[in-house]
């Protein structure tokens, strides 16, 4: 009996040592599969989803590249709120970085892919740790594990897991890359990150649904070509000038009503001074300072701050009602759309903009939001306005 339970301690063993072995092999089969690629050809899609907003958003495009000289053409078409779009980015030695837009026939130098000169999926794959048998101990993750197989398109792939330790808002993210049996090509990117607060996800897909690689003919599509005579470029056009809020400005007079069809305006808010806090759902530094706003709703009410939420981009009231409900958020919001917000003028997210209520006069004014930037504004309060 003894002998028979050493035998099936030793087969286990055994299955779990091969399983093991398999996730390693795949690893390092895989970064030295794309070691080898030195030009090629993708078509890819990509899937978004921002935290609370249920809706996906999907871009595609080609993509064109040689390693030997850096050289590359990526062709993006899409829809966001604004409508649809297409583009066409270039880098090459001789001409540098630029984009194409055919829709206006206009071109422009492209500061993007100066700064992520890796930013195309195989290359992405590449250059970070998600290849060969070191990553199984690389502390990014917190696991890496083997899934069951998946397939797509026509191809069967691999899937691997990689869990990323919680980081506070974040829990529970991970990422999934599968891997083509064959070559041992990463085919799909999938990002899911959690935001503890909201018990909501941000997930991105990227595909590739297309591909050829080492062939000769991919160098001439990323070779140097002239710029169409028939485009402007944008550089020679006068930037319109964006001027921010600040400290000394005076904000026009207005009237909103609230999520809860009450008026809003300066002249009926009790408290001397005022809290703007400039926002919408999609904005993940928004969500995270929400609550730090609301904290700073209740402690100074009665210390003569209103603080009044404007959302300037999402639509549905029912949408925010529910976000405040599920972050537990107090202090009263309204709608502004986000042309009006221009005119204050507010252009980055979040902003947070303390006035005279009296005079509209503007005396604090915090762009974005880190816990580095909590005590300032707490000291600046204390001092200047509660009472």
Same mark, same amino acid.
């Given at each position: 009996?003894?002998?028979?339970?050493?035998?099936?301690?030793?087969?286990?063993?055994?299955?779990?040592?091969?399983?093991?072995?398999?996730?390693?092999?795949?690893?390092?089969?895989?970064?030295?599969?794309?070691?080898?690629?030195?030009?090629?050809?993708?078509?890819?899609?990509?899937?978004?989803?921002?935290?609370?907003?249920?809706?996906?958003?999907?871009?595609?495009?080609?993509?064109?590249?040689?390693?030997?000289?850096?050289?590359?053409?990526?062709?993006?078409?899409?829809?966001?709120?604004?409508?649809?779009?297409?583009?066409?980015?270039?880098?090459?030695?001789?001409?540098?970085?630029?984009?194409?837009?055919?829709?206006?026939k206009t071109y422009w130098p492209d500061s993007i892919w100066k700064e992520n000169k890796n930013t195309e999926m195989i290359f992405y794959?590449?250059?970070?740790?998600?290849?060969?048998?070191?990553?199984?101990?690389?502390?990014?993750?917190?696991?890496?594990?083997?899934?069951?197989?998946?397939?797509?398109?026509?191809?069967?792939?691999?899937?691997?897991?990689?869990?990323?330790?919680?980081?506070?808002?974040?829990?529970?993210?991970?990422?999934?890359?599968?891997?083509?049996?064959?070559?041992?090509?990463?085919?799909?990117?999938?990002?899911?990150?959690? $935001?503890?607060? /909201?018990?909501? #996800?941000?997930?991105?897909?990227?595909?590739?649904?297309?591909? %050829? =690689?080492?062939? &000769? *003919?991919?160098?001439?599509?990323?070779?140097?070509?002239?710029?169409?005579?028939?485009?402007?470029?944008?550089?020679?056009?006068?930037?319109?000038?964006?001027?921010?809020?600040?400290?000394?400005?005076?904000?026009?007079?207005?009237?909103?009503?609230?999520?809860?069809?009450?008026?809003?305006?300066?002249?009926?808010?009790?408290?001397?001074?005022?809290?703007?806090?400039?926002?919408?759902?999609?904005?993940?530094?928004?969500?995270?300072?929400?609550?730090?706003?609301?904290?700073?709703?209740?402690?100074?009410?009665?210390?003569? $701050?209103?603080? /009044?939420?404007? #959302?300037?981009?999402?639509?549905?009231?029912?949408?925010?009602? %529910? =976000?405040?409900? &599920? *972050?537990?958020?107090?202090?009263?919001?309204?709608?502004?759309?986000?042309?009006?917000?221009?005119?204050?003028?507010?252009?980055?997210?979040?902003?947070?903009?303390?006035?005279?209520?009296k005079t509209r006069r503007v005396i604090y004014v915090q762009t974005g939001y880190g816990e580095e930037m909590k005590q300032p504004m707490?000291?600046?309060?204390?001092?200047?306005?509660?009472?």
């Amino acid at each position: 009996m003894k002998t028979l339970s050493l035998f099936y301690f030793f087969v286990l063993c055994a299955n779990l040592s091969a399983q093991r072995l398999n996730l390693e092999t795949i690893l390092i089969k895989t970064e030295k599969a794309l070691s080898k690629i030195q030009n090629g050809y993708y078509e890819y899609q990509i899937d978004f989803k921002y935290f609370t907003d249920p809706a996906i958003e999907k871009t595609e495009g080609k993509f064109y590249f040689d390693r030997t000289n850096k050289a590359k053409k990526i062709i993006v078409k899409g829809s966001d709120e604004d409508g649809s779009f297409e583009y066409e980015q270039f880098y090459n030695p001789t001409q540098g970085f630029y984009s194409l837009s055919p829709k206006d026939k206009t071109y422009w130098p492209d500061s993007i892919w100066k700064e992520n000169k890796n930013t195309e999926m195989i290359f992405y794959f590449k250059k970070t740790n998600y290849f060969g048998a070191e990553v199984l101990k690389d502390t990014n993750f917190s696991t890496v594990s083997l899934l069951s197989d998946t397939v797509i398109g026509d191809k069967k792939c691999y899937r691997i897991k990689y869990n990323l330790p919680d980081n506070e808002p974040l829990s529970n993210s991970y990422r999934i890359i599968s891997i083509e049996q064959k070559k041992f090509i990463p085919l799909c990117l999938e990002s899911n990150y959690v $935001l503890t607060q /909201l018990a909501d #996800n941000q997930y991105s897909k990227l595909t590739i649904t297309n591909f %050829d =690689f080492n062939q &000769k *003919k991919y160098k001439k599509e990323v070779a140097f070509r002239p710029i169409p005579a028939d485009y402007s470029n944008l550089k020679d056009k006068p930037a319109p000038s964006v001027r921010f809020i600040e400290v000394g400005d005076t904000l026009p007079e207005f009237e909103y009503k609230n999520l809860t069809s009450q008026n809003i305006n300066f002249d009926n808010i009790k408290q001397d001074y005022v809290l703007l806090d400039f926002w919408y759902i999609g904005c993940f530094p928004c969500i995270l300072a929400s609550t730090f706003i609301d904290t700073l709703s209740t402690q100074y009410k009665d210390k003569n $701050l209103f603080v /009044l939420g404007i #959302n300037t981009q999402d639509t549905s009231e029912s949408k925010i009602s %529910d =976000f405040k409900k &599920k *972050k537990n958020i107090s202090y009263p919001n309204i709608l502004m759309g986000y042309e009006e917000a221009k005119l204050l003028p507010v252009f980055a997210y979040p902003t947070m903009v303390i006035i005279e209520r009296k005079t509209r006069r503007v005396i604090y004014v915090q762009t974005g939001y880190g816990e580095e930037m909590k005590q300032p504004m707490i000291d600046f309060i204390d001092k200047n306005i509660a009472r």
